[in-house]
Nanobody, 124 residues
Framework: QVQLVESGGGSVQAGGSLSLSCAAS???????MGWFRKAPGKEREGVAA???????WYVDSVKGRFTISKDNANNPLVLQMNSLKPEDTAMYYC???????????????????WGQGTQVTVSS
């Protein structure tokens, strides 16, 4: 059974850093995993994603500030967020897909498993 367990998040002042972690179980072989976020009044958007063959994707607004990583199949997916801005405030969700190839890592429809979400709040 697939399970995604998120941790991290919290509140920080602008310019600060936070780290999100997503532990996944139930995947074998090829997979794709990523982070999405939803701010009040906005659509859920992709933030960063990667797959098991080394492809990585970032939304333009976080390039150079956020880093997604996953050392191996058994380690959690980590999103290191630096130089945070108030506009990064949102609920962040871990997403995953096992089996079928993830053609578009940044598209929410790519993923069929989702975590419960963790809040990130950045104050100015």
């Amino acid at each position: 059974q697939v399970q995604l367990v998120e941790s991290g998040g919290g509140s920080v002042q602008a310019g600060g850093s936070l780290s999100l972690s997503c532990a996944a179980s139930g995947y074998s072989g090829y997979y794709g995993m990523g982070w999405f976020r939803k701010a009040p009044g906005k659509e859920r958007e992709g933030v960063a994603a990667m797959d098991s063959v080394g492809r990585i994707w970032y939304v333009d607004s976080v390039k150079g500030r956020f880093t997604i990583s996953k050392d191996n199949a058994n380690n959690p997916l980590v999103l290191q967020m630096n130089s945070l801005k108030p506009e990064d405030t949102a609920m962040y969700y871990c997403a995953a897909r096992g089996g079928g190839y993830c053609y578009d890592l940044g598209r929410r429809q790519t993923y069929n498993d989702w975590g419960q979400g963790t809040q990130v709040t950045v104050s100015s």
